[in-house]
């Protein structure tokens, strides 16, 4: 038996964090995204690839909302979502009028 795909087991674990800070059962959940108890079970524990459709059904059933986006811009889009450091507090972009009045 292969070992399982990270990729998998980091989305299952996403998702039980969501359904556990709902307060839902995987039953609950299972229902709402209209799959049975143990389909749901195996994606949450990284054991079963889900297709995209069954993933969006999950997502929403857990109040959140699944993106597809370019691989190109994963870059882009985990640079916006890494928390802020304290020296990070300042604009992205300062025209040279900005500049020359702190002078």
Do not use: C, H, W
């Amino acid at each position: 038996m292969s070992p399982p795909d990270p990729l998998l087991t980091e989305l299952g674990l996403r998702l039980r964090k969501a359904r556990r800070a709902a307060g839902l059962s995987q039953e609950q959940i299972a229902l709402r995204a209209n799959i049975s108890r143990p389909r749901y079970r195996d994606i949450e524990t990284g054991a079963a690839a889900a297709r995209a459709t069954t993933l969006v059904n999950v997502a929403r059933a857990l109040g959140m909302e699944m993106m597809l986006i370019p691989q190109a811009m994963v870059p882009a889009i985990q640079s916006m979502l890494q928390p802020v450091a304290d020296d990070d507090d300042r604009p992205a972009f300062t025209s040279d009028a900005d500049e020359e009045e702190q002078s």
